[in-house]
């Protein structure tokens, strides 16, 4: 129960609603427990002949006005306490994900989506269910067992309470067990599901693929055996709900049995009245419930600590990329880039990604970087952003360590386009203009414009409110691209960065592209990766990479007249689009 100290400043901030919400919690109780009273006096009366229709009317009344008062108070718990865990669900939800936001992109690497998303959703229910029902359910059963038997004991007879009791623990204890089957079969059930469903969700995502492999029918049978695991889990579960409900049946009513047998004798031999044999049949009736809830709420508890530990240890991961307290801000950045003897390695790796990396770009300038895949390009840019560390060498940006210059200030003024054009599923306006607030319809259109997909955008029936994604437009991976060259340019970056962000674009509309940004560049840094030669022919010097290291750098007529791998390369690609125009 530990791990739940990580919530002090929320129960603190919220106390009052647990107490106040507890206070009408027992208020219930105190008048569920005063119905016993009402029934005992009514078959009291009604036994020594004395009830009038007046006296009918009144404990008509009193249960009425009873029934309204655990109504009323009801509601106001369940606004109090729920509400209240609710609360705590969304607060945690919001720092969660807040959290994750702020790691560092190696945590990803290391974790999977779906678990995080678990973590989001089932561990956070989990707590909720913890710190909402669970504090119900122990308060209620508490209190509820701790008066109906001192009732029963004081108001009736202590010989009758104890054995009209005896079944009662063994119920609570066998209740505990059904509680921990019931976990693990709720459990198998959950887990072949979420199985299901991403079954489900791959074979819609990958619909082209099965298509066109025709695999559909293997597909539906692979389907169609995880849905009969998760029947047959169901099927497990509903079984032993089934023998469970019957049994707490079956006990509860051993109970009724004895206080028939006993407590009948008991009225006959005149030692309770029939009131009091009434109303211990109804303390009884109240106390079948705690019995039920004490597994449960063991179990609810025992879940959401495990959950709150969870999510403690994702609390507790700081991001491996922070500022320093000395890290300044660099406003205006002129964009002299420079990389000096960088070595680095992935967390995971062994290999060099790169090796001995030195490089200098000057504002104003465009580095053109080409090699084949793996050769360390996109590294390249991930450094300079600060993704990841170097582990040997120094990056700067205007002369200034990049270590030595806040996280922001380098992210705002670097515009990158990554390799696989990530878009939100939002409009193609929100998309264009996701880096900066309030900006003009005007200059969103300026930017696709410059990024050459202005034309396509307007033909679709919405224009820049075409939604994007599942619910919107499937766009082609050309108009991704550019919608992200539009989307990185909009920041009016000091450093662009197009990592592959025009493979899927024909080379006349590439020239166009090129054009342009070269106008809205002027005077600041571009580095272009790419795998065609068109892409980067006419940056002011092109590096060639090879395993980390660079192996060619110069000119594209430089390069060209080295006869090295940029020649080989290059020739390639011409023979390719010789072959591809016959
Ligand atoms: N997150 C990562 N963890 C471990 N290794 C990685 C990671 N990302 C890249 N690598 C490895 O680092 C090396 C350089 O990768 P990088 O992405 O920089 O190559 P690239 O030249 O951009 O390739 P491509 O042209 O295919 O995009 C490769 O061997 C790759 O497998």
């Keep these: 129960m530990g791990h739940f100290i990580t919530l ?36 009291d009366q009604l036994q020594a002949n004395n009830l009038s229709s007046t006296d009918v009317f009144k404990y008509g009344i009193y249960i009425i006005g009873i029934g309204c008062g655990i109504a009323f108070f009801r509601f106001l718990w369940r606004i109090y306490i729920m509400g209240t865990s609710r609360r705590l669900e969304y607060e945690l939800r919001n720092r969660l994900f807040s959290h994750l936001l702020k790691l560092s992109t190696n945590y990803y690497t290391n974790h999977k989506t779906g678990d995080l998303m678990a973590h989001a959703t089932n561990d956070i229910n989990a707590i909720r269910m913890a710190l909402g029902p669970g504090i119900v359910m122990i308060t209620d059963a508490i209190f509820i067992t701790v008066i109906a038997i001192t009732m029963m004991v004081v108001t009736t007879d202590w010989r009758l309470t104890v054995l009209a009791l005896l079944p009662l623990p063994f119920l609570a204890i066998t209740i505990t067990k059904f509680g921990k089957v019931i976990n693990t079969r709720f459990k198998a059930v959950q887990e072949s599901f979420s199985s299901l469903t991403d079954t489900v969700q791959e074979n819609f995502s990958g619909i082209r693929v ?28 509903v079984k032993l709900y089934g023998m469970f409900f019957p049994f707490v049946q079956f006990m509860s009513a051993l109970s009724f049995l004895i206080v028939i047998g006993y407590g009948g004798s008991l009225v006959i031999y005149g030692e309770i009245s029939l009131g009091d044999f009434i109303a211990f049949e109804a303390y009884l009736a109240l106390l079948v419930w705690p019995m039920m809830a004490i597994g449960w709420v063991i179990n609810i508890l025992q879940r959401g ?42 967390p995971n790796s062994n290999e060099y990604a790169l090796k001995n990396f030195s490089i200098n770009i000057r504002n104003g300038s465009s580095l053109g970087i080409i090699g084949k ?44 386009v990554d390799q696989d054009s990530f878009l939100f599923s939002t409009t193609i306006a929100e998309n264009i203009s996701f880096g900066v607030d309030g900006c003009s319809k005007e200059k969103i259109i300026r930017m696709a414009k410059i990024a050459e997909v202005h034309n396509n955008i307007v033909d679709f029936p919405l224009g820049y409110e075409t939604y994007v994604g ?99 390369i290059y020739q390639k690609q011409l023979l390719e689009e010789k072959l591809s125009n016959e």
């Excluded at 205006?332 to 390695?345: C, E, H, L, R």
């Excluded at 991930?382 to 990056?395: F, P, Q, V």
């Design 8 to 43: 002090k400043s929320f129960f603190l901030r919220n106390k009052w609603f647990y107490i106040l919400g507890i206070a009408w919690l027992l208020i219930v109780d105190i008048l569920q427990l005063l119905i016993p009273e009402v029934l005992r006096r009514f078959t």
């Design 210 to 237: 099965i298509k066109s492999f025709v695999q559909e029918i293997s597909e539906i049978e692979k389907f169609s055996e995880k849905n009969q695991m998760v029947y047959s889990k169901n099927m497990a579960l």
């Design 305 to 346: 600590s495990a959950s709150m530990e969870r999510i403690n240890a994702i609390l507790m991961e700081s991001p491996e990329i922070v500022d320093k307290d000395s890290s300044i801000e660099v406003d205006n950045m002129t964009g002299n880039v420079a990389f000096d003897n960088i070595s680095f390695k992935y």
């Design 373 to 416: 895949t793996g050769s360390g390009k996109t590294t390249i840019a991930t450094l300079l952003l600060r993704l990841y560390e170097a582990n040997e060498g120094t990056i700067y940006i205007d002369g200034i360590p990049l270590n030595d210059i806040k996280l922001e200030s380098i992210r705002n003024q670097i515009g990158y």
């Design 470 to 568: 599942e619910r919107g437009v499937t766009l082609s991976g050309g108009q991704k691209q550019r919608i992200s060259i539009a989307r990185a340019i909009i920041k009016e970056p000091r450093i662009l960065i197009l990592d592959d962000s025009l493979s899927a674009v024909d080379t006349d509309t590439e020239e166009s592209i090129l054009n342009s940004l070269k106008e809205e560049m002027k005077n600041k840094t571009s580095i272009i990766i790419a795998h065609r030669i068109s892409t980067i022919k006419d940056c002011d010097s092109i590096i060639v990479m090879d395993n980390g290291v660079i192996v060619e750098e110069g000119s594209h007529s430089q390069l060209l007249s080295n006869n090295g791998l940029y020649y080989e």
